[in-house]
Nanobody
């Protein structure tokens, strides 16, 4: 059993900051990729930021320079530091990981999502 648990969402004013966390737990052998997606009302889910193989970080153009993804490999945890937040950043943020379990299967896992609302 594998779980991704997010935390850190909430309500913030435009220009403010939030930090999201996502911890992966369970029967994990290795993690291939791990990062964040988001889905705003009426829109499709989109990539926000992710670590790919080789420690490469990918960001959506809309968040470059404002969001920073980091991770603690020992704790199987990724973080998303979000600065200079805008109303258009309002969405449910989902943690995603592609990982290999202890019994050898490889697949994508998703967290339950955490709401981020940017509003005055």
């Amino acid at each position: 059993q594998v779980q991704l648990v997010e935390s850190g969402g909430g309500l913030v004013q435009p220009g403010g900051s939030l930090r999201l966390s996502c911890a992966a737990s369970g029967s994990i052998f290795s993690i291939n990729t791990m990062g964040w997606h988001r889905q705003a009302p009426g829109k499709e889910r989109e990539l926000v930021a992710t670590f790919t193989s080789g420690d490469t970080r990918n960001y959506a153009d809309s968040v470059k320079g404002r969001f920073t993804i980091s991770r603690d490999n020992a704790a199987n945890t990724v973080y998303l530091q979000m600065n200079s937040l805008k109303p258009e950043d309002t969405a449910v943020y989902y943690c995603n990981a592609n990982l290999v379990t202890s019994w050898g299967s490889s697949r994508d896992y998703w967290g339950q999502g955490t709401q981020v609302t940017v509003s005055s």
